[in-house]
């Protein structure tokens, strides 16, 4: 049972082949036997999720069977839960109980899903590989040395290795997406806007987006039907209808047209990955799509604006852990400045700290115009080409990175890691919906396949993914050790 997507699951609770219950309890075995090895929860939930599972076997009892009613989830430790620790990956929220529930907390609770508990992550998100965690590493369940990619890594890693049926994530420049291509799942990062930001701890605002890692599209798009909505207390979440995101899911494919960018083709990417992202896109003729290379002249610019461009809004997120109201606090402190200071010293880890201070300069007066306003206009140019794209082709498919799952330690350059969003970045700075799915092997490892669409085409890009995975069987490949039921 526990290989099964979250579809097949609500097929099998309604059938009655088993109950909420006696699922949690199977994914709570497994977290007790693998989690010491994969490090992929924070906080395991366990009396609460059989709580909510029970609740979940008597609501079906009743006659009710929305599609998540009782399918264990994780929710990304960036989520702010109600009366559960919520870190953010970092000391400074290490001991931070939510007093409320994010949106998409809440609506994941109303739509029945029982909540296993909190998932690993790059410190506030900021990462590639899940070596910035507080909580230390997580393990990809494919090769433990190896990173399973970040900062959404837990929630890959509990999806990839069947340590909960389905897990949100959130997607700043690529954690969503990278990290699912890493673990060999589904990612689905949706347009800027699409999902309630309320109670997700904000890392760059302008760029943060909520989504779903899971086995399938199909599963992508049950999950997208409830996360997405207009919420009245993030102004920055949209006034648009939420469409059945599995309705369109089976629609033909004839006459797709695919956008391949050259620059994603390039330097860099390694020969495994480009073999096995080209042949993907075989199938894709096959099922009558053409393919078109495209231009996208400023995607090379896009990290370098990305890194000025989020810094300086995490700056000035992370302004309010200052010891005061909650979170952590040094000890001792002998006057207020010194409180500040050793609090955020002491609480933040490198990488933040690095951030924190290249925002802050970014932002400065003297450099405002030279780093700031130059990165928005770039972040301009950036959309415009995805414009001009879109207006030749329907998706741009490409690889969701160069490379497969790195060794845990071995990048240790920030730029080295901060490049490993070449391919991701640019969706983010022009608030696109992109999707990462498994696409092939390449030594031994997942490559994940990226798949990009125009504004609010949610429902196209979860279309076109759940067409590979109706001709081809990569999403159901398990990494061996941790793929067998216990
Ligand atoms: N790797 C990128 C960063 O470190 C993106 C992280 C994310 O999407 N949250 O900022």
């Given at each position: 049972m526990i290989e099964k997507t979250v579809a097949e699951i609500a097929v099998a609770l309604n059938a009655g082949d088993i109950s909420s219950v006696e699922l949690t309890q199977t994914y709570l075995d497994r977290i007790t036997q693998f989690n010491g090895e994969?490090?992929?929860?924070?906080?395991?939930?366990a009396d609460s999720a059989l709580r909510q599972a029970k609740t979940a076997d008597e609501k079906r009892a009743k006659g009710s069977n929305s599609p998540l009613l009782g399918v264990p989830l994780a929710h990304k430790d960036i989520f702010c839960t109600n009366g559960v620790t919520t870190t953010c990956g970092s000391r400074m929220l290490h001991n931070f109980v939510a007093p409320y529930d994010a949106t998409v907390v809440e609506k994941f609770n109303d739509a029945g899903a029982v909540m296993l508990g909190k998932t690993n992550m790059d410190e506030f998100a900021m990462g590639s590989s899940n070596e910035t965690s507080f909580f230390g590493p997580v393990k990809n369940p494919w090769d433990t040395k190896r990173v399973p990619g970040g900062s959404s890594g837990g929630s890959a890693v509990a999806v990839a290795a069947d340590l909960c049926a389905m897990a949100t994530g959130t997607d700043t420049g690529g954690s969503i997406r990278q990290p699912a291509a890493f673990c060999g799942i589904t990612g689905f990062k949706p347009s800027y806007g699409r999902v309630s930001r309320w109670g997700m701890i904000a890392f760059a605002s302008s760029l943060d987006q909520a989504g779903p890692l899971c086995k399938t599209a199909e599963d992508a798009a049950l999950m997208t039907n409830v996360m997405a909505g207009l919420d009245k207390k993030d102004s920055t979440s949209i006034d648009k209808p939420v469409e059945d995101?599995?309705?369109?899911?089976?629609?033909?494919?004839?006459?797709l047209k695919i956008g391949v960018p050259k620059q994603h083709f390039a330097e860099g990417l390694t020969a495994g990955v480009e073999q096995t992202i080209r042949e993907a896109l075989k199938e894709y003729e096959n099922l009558g799509a053409t393919i078109t290379e495209i231009d996208l002249?400023?995607?090379?610019l896009s990290v370098s604006a990305y890194y000025v461009i989020a810094p300086a809004e995490a700056s000035a997120n992370l302004s309010r852990y200052d010891g005061v109201r909650y979170g952590y606090r040094c000890e001792d402190p002998a006057d207020l400045e010194d409180m500040y200071k050793r609090t955020r010293s002491e609480g933040f880890g490198e990488e933040v700290k690095r951030r924190i201070m290249v925002g802050t300069y970014a932002l400065s007066a003297g450099f405002y115009d030279a780093y700031y306003r130059k990165a928005q206009k770039i972040r301009r140019l950036i959309k415009n080409d995805f414009i001009d794209a879109f207006d030749e082709v329907d998706v741009i498919i490409g690889p969701?990175?160069?490379?497969?799952a790195f060794e845990i330690g071995?990048?240790?350059d920030p730029v080295t890691m901060y490049l490993e969003d070449i391919y991701t970045i640019a969706v983010n700075l022009a608030g696109l919906p992109g999707i990462s799915i498994p696409a092939g092997m390449a030594d031994g490892l997942p490559v994940g396949m990226h798949i990009v669409g125009s504004d609010f085409a949610e429902a196209k890009v979860l279309n076109v993914a759940h067409q590979f995975q109706q001709q081809t069987d990569?999403?159901?490949?398990?990494?061996t050790a941790f793929g067998k039921e216990n």
């Open positions: 994969l490090n992929a929860y924070i906080t395991v939930c995101y599995t309705a369109s899911l089976s629609n033909s494919l004839n006459g002249p400023n995607n090379h969701t990175s160069p490379h497969t071995t990048k240790t990569w999403h159901q490949h398990k990494p």
